[in-house]
């Protein structure tokens, strides 16, 4: 699919009057109309829900815009759960998915009414001993170990994941719960990241729903909703196929009234926790050419770097990138596009083909709306950059300013004799 940028060159140019380059910028229109296909796919199933995953893009204007479509937000920190309680999503809009979890956040979840989605076992009893008694509603995270493999290839190692409770962890757990005075119960599983196939969802679905009717023959507990958690992907490449949400809705469906229905199970809520496909293409760093550098290779140095978006640089993730206003010139030049962390693999691209750059030109660095800002940090003593949301209308608004180096030396603050120096 042709990869196309949500902002023009002129754009561009006017929000970096305002905003210095590097920035990210978020299109709230690509935002809406998804969220309103998700729900429409399905829409068939009365509980249906999408939890977005916070960690994702921790941005309170970006979750309170998704809340307005219905979505709750999934957390796994207490800065998420906080963040999530500031823009007013608390109670059964909560899903808290983590792991390896600190008391105080199932203390804070339960206070804000959360769902807490159990990692293990041994859970039970921390919950137990933090809160005094079992919430009311409480789901349990699956891991059916060895490889998964979905349809047409797409497999991972679950195995080899840190999540989730095995099949017999899973049954003893909803036995426990059940004695305990648990009324509602839900199951989650997430076993692939990043599925480029339509055939994902269902496949999960599938072994989910068998799973759900096996605990109801077993244990006599009929499961309340069903969360097929993340993993649905996004086309960062011009040549990957894209995902049809409808299309994974309609296969969600069919396997519903082939496994559930039967079984007496058709009350059964389903409920998503989508992050990259909810933000990753509707996020773009946008980024200066600030040196063009002639070694051993062609290099264009620009304003921005790892720090700002990390994928690249961690997994050797790809990320398209359009030169603003030469999205027509041929690419018939090769660079690495680097960033400024003294570190080799701050590059945003190795040996990539593209127009000509000059200094100064804008490149939009594409589907960074998801794991990008996010996983910023402050290595070398980069500074996070500002978010910024381009309304619909055209208009932007800055929905996180940039760092500054007070911020950065903010933690410093207890040391009177840097507080002249560093904090001035
Ligand atoms: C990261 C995460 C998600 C979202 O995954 P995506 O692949 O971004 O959709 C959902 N649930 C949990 C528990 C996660 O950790």
Redesign the pocket.
């Known amino acids: 699919m042709e990869k196309k940028p949500f902002v023009t060159l002129d754009k561009a140019r006017e929000i970096a009057e305002k905003i210095p380059t590097p920035f990210h910028v978020y299109d709230e229109k690509g935002i809406v109309e998804n969220v309103k296909a998700v729900y429409e796919a399905f829409s068939w199933n009365k509980g249906y829900r999408e939890f977005f ?1 916070v ?2 893009t921790p941005n309170p204007f970006l979750m309170k815009l998704l809340a307005k479509f219905g979505c709750g937000m ?1 957390c ?1 920190s207490m800065a998420e759960l906080v963040l999530s309680e500031a823009c007013d999503i608390t109670g059964e809009g909560i899903m808290f ?1 983590s792991n390896d979890t600190p008391d105080e956040e199932f203390e804070y979840c339960a206070k804000l009414g959360g769902i807490i ?1 159990l990692d293990d076992i041994t859970h039970i009893d921390d919950v137990l001993r933090i809160l005094g008694s079992m919430p009311k509603t409480m789901s349990c995270r699956f891991n059916p170990g060895g490889i998964y493999e979905a349809a047409n290839g797409i497999m991972d190692n679950p195995g080899d994941a840190k ?1 989730g409770m095995t099949k017999e962890q899973l049954f003893e757990a909803y036995k426990r719960l059940k004695e305990l005075g648990v009324e509602r119960f839900g199951l ?1 599983a ?1 076993l692939i ?2 599925t480029t196939s339509n055939d994902y969802y269902p496949a999960l679905a599938k072994t989910l729903f068998e799973l759900a009717v096996e605990i109801k023959d077993k244990l006599g507990i009929e499961l309340s909703f069903i969360n097929l ?5 996004i086309p960062y490449k011009p040549d990957d196929t894209p995902n049809d949400i409808r299309i994974i809705g309609e296969g969600v469906h069919r396997v519903f009234d082939e496994v559930l229905v039967p079984a007496g199970l058709s009350d059964v809520a389903i409920y998503t ?6 933000m ?1 293409p509707y996020g773009a760093l946008i980024t200066k050419a600030i040196h063009e550098k002639h070694t051993y290779k062609e290099y264009i140095g620009v304003d921005a770097c790892a720090a700002n978006l990390m994928r690249p640089a961690m997994y050797g993730a790809y990320h398209h990138i359009t030169v603003l206003g030469k999205e027509n010139a041929p690419c018939d030049h090769t660079y690495d596009v680097t960033g400024s962390l003294c570190e080799n693999n701050d590059k945003f691209a190795v040996d990539r083909k593209l127009p000509k750059i000059e200094k100064n030109d804008i490149l939009f660095i594409h589907d960074a709306g ?2 990008g800002f996010a996983m910023g940090y402050n290595y070398n003593g980069r500074l996070r950059s500002a978010e910024v949301l381009l309304h619909e209308d055209g208009s932007f608004e800055v929905i996180r300013r940039a760092e500054t180096l007070k911020d950065y030396f903010s933690t410093f603050d207890c040391f009177d004799e840097f507080k002249g120096k560093l904090l001035k």
């Not at 958690?229 to 992907?233: E, L, R």
């Not at 926790?273 to 909810?278: N, S, V, Y």
């Open positions: 995953a960690k994702a999934d796994s998915s989605n999540y989650h997430f990241s990043n958690s993340g993993g649905v992907g926790e989508m992050g990259r496909f909810m990753g998801a794991h």
